[in-house]
């Protein structure tokens, strides 16, 4: 009975929503407004793929009618509603969201509907096919039906080649060998531009550097055919210019690797590998520039050459502004072939660069405080494009809280210098020229850390690195890190601290190992630049195996006790995560996204170690992970503790060695720079191996899916230009530290709130 009365109540008020939206009032009188075109096709038997045909036509369906969401014109609606004198602020904003103004029956002009179809149908090759319309009427809406008379097609008996000046005739005609149009297709004009574009694309490529793809033209001849046949003609339009139709050769590349717009009398000049190096004073070593090059004396002109020289020089990351300019040698043209200077004009950046920045730090973990960083760079250290960043921050966090927590603070000193060469720097012979679309760049680094965290512990940490980052095309790019070392330890512990660790033997172990030293790659590909593509994919996995060379040298101390690497206990594991996302962008001008993720990631111990380094371990929750709960506060596993310690997440960070984590969030426009955003997230960490201080709650098991945590929320994003403040509020509706029975529960009145720069996926 009670469900009975909830639906009776649902339904009634689901029918107020409808009536308040219902526009039929609002419909001017003798109109009616359009609710939509269909197409009804009477073809010829010989006609083939007509529902192809068919959706191709519905294209051009125009105009298009007002937008309908379960019955509901809500654009309409508001269109409407915007029109009052008064609208109000609610009225007014939602219109700029998603007004739209109402498409009627006087709109529809039929005719120029009936040409662009049958203007279609002739690009298709169905000459003399007709097309009729007609209105249905029904109360206050119309739509329209337009009937079409599909004849059979006009097809294709033979492609030739017209008499052209050599030597482009020859070239053109070794293009056309590798036409796909062939005897018995259908006259389809787009296809005639694709195949001309593709032959003036290979053309250019071979040299023809003042060809254009408009100086060729279709022509076709039925006049020997009675059964709908044609020979098709590919033509040069008359008076084309001579200079367009020979190759051109380049004869010099003249670089300027410090080219300034103020004074360009460079007047030195340095030859290097067939090229001509302009420099006054030595800016750039034109051994390490060569390589950027891919422009060579005596080849023919090549757009593609040209756009990959200009991607290569830009990613060394000394230049501003870089600039290839082609100028043809009148003097040395002849009927058969045209020469080229070119010249590649290089403007770099400032050199030496200060910055420093001053950041106010808030986390879930009731931490705040300053944050100082002060960042030297030179952009080309020793004249071959090699940059160094030398790093120094100084951050102070306390710790608002209650109870035994209140006044925790945490003190930081930090010291990074690194040096990034973009080549390859082995002690093997490798070409760095390897990948054809850039050049790798080696990066090398050190840094140490100093952190005293008040009433707990001192660390001192260290790293260093070595690798190689390279992109192999627009969307991928990879990162090999074959040195990658990391140095913890603990210097000074506190009672309180000491306690935790022997309660605590896994997180002990965690800390005792304090040298990590291993391999590290990553692979990802990346479409997430082209905010113009609807559907954008994302997935970057990596790999990071540690101390399985060092175990090698690797020296035993007692029975059951790990070994050591210069007096140092070191870290032996495997580690291995991914991380896919997928954006569908839609809406006027695709600002409109549903944003997805998922996150899986597996560590393993084993050899010299019991438990993966504290520092390599997963978590979840806080701003970037699972955002209705505090950072680290979300497992591992079903693991409770509500002590007063581990709420305010200072003393045990629950980690683990697996993690598993989902987002999806529908991302949207407000106002002016506002974005809004309504998500849900749910993901966990677990550990293989049982920790005993979580009692067995922690262990992943098939059962996983009732223990991940889950909550939702709703947020506001701050976006200038791609710089992103976001603030996120969330509640949790699934905790996975409950009993079962008490698991899902939507806690709206315990919300988090996280502030974060950047999204978060």
Partial sequence: MKKTIKHIIYLFFFGIILHSCSITKYIPEGERLYIGAKIEIKADSSVQNVDDLKTELETVLRPTPNSEFLGMRLGLYCYYKNQKEHPGFVNRWLFKQMGEKPVYQSDIKTIEVEDILRNRLENNGFFYSTAESSFEEKDLETSVTYTINVLSPYKMMDFKLDSMPSPLYEDVKRAKAESPLSKDMRFDLSNLKLERQRIHEELKNKGYYNLNADFFIFETDTNQYRNKRFDLYLKLKAQVPKKSTVPYLVKNVNIYPDYDLQDSTATNVERFNSKNYFQDSLFF?????????????????????????????????????????????????????????????????????????????????????????????????????????????????????????????????????????????????????????????????????????????????????????????????????????????????????????????????????????????????????????????????????????????????????????????????????????????????????????????????????????????????????????????????????DSETSDDGSFVDQTGNIRLEANIEYRFPMYSFFKGAFFVDAGNVWNSVANPVFNGDDTFTSNFINEL?????????????????????????????????????????????NFAIGYSF
Avoid: C
Avoid at 355 to 370: H, I, M, Y
Avoid at 405 to 421: D, P, Q, R, T, V
Avoid at 625 to 639: K, M, Q
Avoid at 719 to 741: N, Y
């Fill in 285 to 641: 070593k034109p051994k390490h520039l060569d390589k950027f090059i891919t422009i060579e004396e005596g080849d023919y002109y090549n757009p593609t050459t040209s756009k990959n020289t200009s991607r290569r020089l830009s990613s060394i990351g000394a230049y501003k502004f870089i600039n290839i300019q082609y100028k043809e040698i009148d003097s040395l043209l002849t009927d058969s072939l045209g020469v080229l200077e070119a010249n590649i004009f290089l403007s770099p950046l400032t050199k030496r660069a200060f910055r420093a920045e001053l950041q106010a730090l808030t986390k879930s973990n009731n931490f705040t405080g300053p944050n100082i960083a002060l960042t030297y760079s030179n952009r080309n250290l020793f004249n071959g494009g090699e940059t160094f960043n030398l790093s120094a921050n100084i951050g102070y966090e306390t710790q608002f809280a209650s109870g035994e927590n209140a006044g925790l603070s945490s003190l930081e000193y930090g010291l990074k210098g690194e040096l990034i060469f973009p080549r390859v720097i082995s002690p093997f012979n490798i070409n760095d020229d390897f990948s054809k679309y850039s050049i790798p760049k080696t990066k090398t680094s050190l840094g140490v850390t100093y952190l005293k965290r008040s009433q707990l512990y001192t660390l001192f940490s260290g790293s260093a690195l070595f690798g190689y980052v390279w992109n192999a095309n627009k969307f991928i790019s990879y990162e090999v890190n074959p040195i990658s070392i990391n140095y913890t330890r603990l210097i000074e512990t506190s009672d309180e601290f000491e306690d935790i660790l022997d309660d605590n033997l896994f997180l002990r172990r965690s800390f005792e190992q304090q040298f990590i030293s291993g391999l590290t790659f990553s692979f990802t590909y990346n479409e997430m630049t082209n905010r113009t593509d609807p559907n954008q994919f994302f997935i970057n996995t990596t790999f990071d195996v540690a101390g399985n060379s060092i175990s090698l040298f690797g020296k035993e101390q007692s029975t059951n006790q790990p070994e050591t690497f210069l007096g140092l206990e070191y870290a032996q594991y495997a580690k291995a995560d991914i991380d896919a996302r997928f954006h569908l962008n839609f809406g006027k001008n695709r600002e409109h996204t549903l944003a997805t993720r998922l996150f899986a990631g597996y560590g393993l111990a084993y050899g010299n170690s019991e438990v993966i380094p504290f520092v390599k371990q997963y978590f979840s929750g806080g701003p970037y992970s699972v955002r209705a709960f505090r950072i680290r506060s979300l497992g591992p596993g079903t693991y409770n503790d």
């Fill in 709 to 753: 945590g889950m909550g939702a929320g709703f947020g506001l994003r701050i976006d200038v230009q791609g710089f992103v403040i976001r603030f996120d509020l969330a509640a949790p509706f699934h905790d996975p530290s409950l009993p079962e029975g008490d698991r899902f529960d939507f806690k709206i009145d315990e919300p988090v709130l």
